[in-house]
């Protein structure tokens, strides 16, 4: 905090450490990192734990403010937040008074803002944003509420991980949260002008809203690359019936957008009961813009996808993300096509293999005396088929085998000769009884 911004007058302020100097026989002072009309931030190593650490010294001599102190080191102490640094311990020496805290190495957002003028991405600012209320509610939602009341670009540091973290506890005020936010916690360390609410620059009470007021401010800077005006020139342009100076955030960087300025004019309202009443309002109220904007950036992409001359294959159904490695879930026969039979083709193509296997195997003389050994059978069976039809016949007329030895005598006639018209009927239906019994010689393949 600049001197000129500060409402404490500071008195005997002594000269800062030097490298080297050695305090409680354990913390080695390595630099400076920051001075302001109200202390001073060094670097320097726990000997004990040899682990670098960040030591801030307070320049009040008042006694009561220096108890005040000690009871806020203890309390912070007991904060754990990922964006917020850890206290480990409080000491006087010297008649000084210091507040060992972990160190974050590199640049907070002053530093890259006046190497790096003009607007930050909005996506990574609104990012930087939901940590910060994030580690808000966490400080106003404490049994003892804790209001940080210095949030500004100079002591919020960027982490090796990316992460915001929101730094310089020095102005902090605890209170019981069942109190009044106006009246029970007060001013003790200071202000800065361009991020502080109009309350706590006239020493009126400070509460939840004054955060929500400097975070707001802070964000303003962040995404128009300009301060805002303070909350002081702001009131008496009021209180003299003219503009006021604040201008929306999208009227100077288009790009911020409508909604986003509303959100940022009314955190940094003047009067404190027209800002959101907590900070986890003011996040709810950045995170539907955010899902605005993520649902208008699929739409652009679908429509840019729809008139894009190569087709896009999208499935129909709900993707699971468990799909794709689930070992629970059973496959999908949806779309999967039946599988052909190939068994037919399989045993015609094994066939073919063992006639082409026979044929090759089996040379031309073998098989002609192989078809002449069944012409031979056949005409075997042909003749034997042949004679027993023969004998057959010879048995069943023995009276036309020898007619030359039929005698007959006149004396006494048998009934049979006085029946001659008898015998070539009977002869004629023992022909067709024989010939219906003769086998035909079987079917040849032979060639």
């Known amino acids: 905090m600049d001197k000129s911004s500060s409402s404490e007058v500071v008195s005997n302020q002594r000269p800062l450490l030097a490298a080297d100097i050695v ?58 937040h990922p964006n917020l640094p850890r206290v480990s311990d409080y000491f006087t020496e010297d008649g000084r008074a210091f507040l ?70 020095g102005l902090a005020k605890a209170h019981a949260a069942d109190h009044s936010t106006t009246q029970s916690a007060h001013s003790v360390f200071g202000f800065t002008r361009r991020y502080s609410p109009l309350e706590q620059i006239q020493d009126e009470g400070t509460s939840p809203r004054s955060d929500i007021y400097a975070l707001g401010a802070t964000l303003y800077h962040l995404l128009t690359g300009i301060k805002p005006p303070d909350a002081l020139t702001r009131a008496g342009a009021l209180a003299n019936s003219k503009a006021d100076p604040l201008r929306p955030a999208n009227e100077i960087y288009p790009l911020v957008g409508s909604e986003i300025a509303a959100i940022l004019n009314e955190a940094m309202a003047l009067n404190a009961g027209d800002r959101f009443a907590s900070a986890n309002e003011f996040r709810a109220a950045l995170r539907r813009v955010g899902r605005k904007a993520l649902a208008a950036e699929h739409a652009i992409q679908s429509s840019v996808s729809v008139v894009s001359p190569t087709p896009v294959v999208k499935s129909a159904r ?31 193509v094994a066939i073919a293999i063992i006639l082409i296997i026979i044929t090759a195997s089996f040379p031309t003389g073998l098989l002609d005396s192989f078809s002449r050994l069944l012409e031979s059978r056949n005409a075997n069976v042909t003749r034997e088929t042949n004679g027993a039809t023969s004998i057959h016949r010879v048995k069943n007329e023995p009276a036309a085998a020898k007619p030359a030895t039929i005698k007959t005598t006149p004396a006494a006639p048998t009934p049979e000769a006085n029946r001659p018209s008898e015998l070539p009927k009977r002869r004629s239906r023992q022909n067709k009884s024989n010939a219906s019994t003769v086998k035909p010689p079987p079917f040849s393949i032979a060639p």
């Open 23 to 80: 305090l409680q026989n354990r913390y080695r002072i390595v630099r400076q990192l920051g001075s302001g009309g109200m202390g001073a931030v060094y670097e320097a190593v726990d000997q004990r734990l040899d682990a670098t650490v960040a030591i801030k010294e307070t320049f009040s001599v008042d006694d009561r403010l220096r108890r005040q102190f000690e009871q806020e080191a203890r309390l912070l102490a007991q904060l754990h």
């Open 100 to 169: 060992v805290m972990q160190f974050i190495a590199g640049d907070d957002l002053a530093q890259i803002i006046s190497q790096q003028p003009g607007p930050f991405p909005q996506n990574q600012v609104i990012a930087w944003a939901d940590q910060l209320l994030d580690a808000l509610i966490y400080l106003h939602t404490r049994d003892r509420q804790i209001i940080h009341r210095d949030i500004k670009p100079h002591n919020l540091k960027l982490t090796a991980s990316g992460q915001i973290a929101l730094l310089d506890f």
């Open 318 to 348: 709900t993707t699971d993300p468990f799909d794709s490695y689930s070992i629970l879930k059973p496959e999908d026969e949806v779309f999967r096509l039946p599988r052909p039979n190939r068994k037919p083709v399989v045993f015609a």
